[in-house]
């Protein structure tokens, strides 16, 4: 059964840093394009960060621009996300989801492309 699961979340003050991960179960994870998502609660589900498969190509949204890097290592099975300069508004559950490419250098930013999620990691930055 294809199953992501991320950790790394936790309480963190203003200013910190934490490392997300997303490592896959019973499947080849550098197959897959990746994306970042965080759910903040009574708000919509907003794309974060997309890494293609190849590892070539990265994105992110321009709330993170800057501060966030997302990083795949293929021979760990796993997918990383390294958030720095934390802000409150970085509060939320944060979900990894896979999907398979048209092209190995393809990333995607819509929630609805993404056929594979995660059950999310809390990451709350509050002093």
């Known amino acids: 059964q294809f199953q992501l699961v991320e950790s790394g979340g936790g309480l963190v003050q203003p200013g910190g840093s934490l490392r997300l991960s997303c490592a896959a179960s019973?499947?080849?994870?550098?197959?897959?394009?990746i994306g970042w998502f965080r759910q903040a609660p009574g708000k919509e589900r907003e794309g974060v960060s997309f890494?293609?498969?190849?590892?070539?190509?990265?994105n992110y949204a321009d709330s993170v621009k800057g501060r966030f890097t997302i990083s795949r290592d293929n021979a760990k099975n796993t997918v990383y996300l390294r958030m720095n300069s934390l802000e409150p508004e970085d509060t939320a559950v944060y979900y990894c989801?896979?999907?398979?490419?048209?092209?190995?250098?393809?990333?995607?930013?819509?929630?609805?492309?993404?056929?594979?999620w995660g059950q999310g990691t809390q990451v709350t930055v509050s002093s």
């Open positions: 989801a896979a999907t398979v490419p048209m092209y190995s250098s393809s990333w995607y930013s819509g929630a609805d492309e993404y056929e594979y």
């Open positions: 019973r499947f080849t994870l550098k197959d897959y394009a």
């Open positions: 890494i293609s498969a190849n590892g070539d190509t990265t």
